[in-house]
């Protein structure tokens, strides 16, 4: 959902933008949105769901409530979320560092999702489905 939301946002943006539409300005529009909405938004939306909807989510993924695994990924995604955000004000190797950032959260993420599957054959819906999809 966010990242449709932030092409659909990069892309109203290059249409609208009067400066001069070469590779590197739509690369950068698309990249700055995909920044602020996907990684900055989503992650968000992942640190409420991991806040608020916590015992909800770690059922979603087949771990056990009431663990204190919960508030340390949340405020891991809180984290990228801030990054993602300031995106939007802070260019250059601000943007390389979130990405950093980003990739390392998410693979590593990746790494645990594949470990539960692989060593608890944990099918859970958001273990081995769509969060496991989106992260790839």
């Known amino acids: 959902m966010f990242l449709i939301l932030g092409l659909i ?5 290059v249409y609208l933008d009067k400066r001069p539409r070469t590779k590197g300005r739509v690369a950068e529009i698309f990249l700055l949105w995909f920044l602020v909405i996907t990684v900055g938004l989503g992650s968000v ?6 806040t608020v909807f916590a015992d909800t989510t770690a059922a ?20 990228i979320a ?4 300031l995106c939007y004000w802070l260019r250059g190797n601000f943007w390389v560092a979130t990405v950093i950032a980003f990739c390392v959260q ?13 060593v608890a054959a944990n099918y859970a819906p958001n273990n081995a489905g769509i969060t496991l999809y989106w992260i790839f």
């Open 82 to 85: 801030t990054l993602g955000i």
């Open 45 to 50: 939306f992942f640190f409420i769901s991991h």
């Open 106 to 118: 998410w693979l590593g993420a990746a790494v645990v999702h594949i470990r539960d599957i692989v």
């Open 60 to 79: 979603s993924v087949g771990w056990p409530a009431d663990n204190p695994f919960q508030s340390e990924v949340a405020v891991a995604n809180l984290t």
């Open 9 to 13: 946002v990069g892309a109203v943006h």
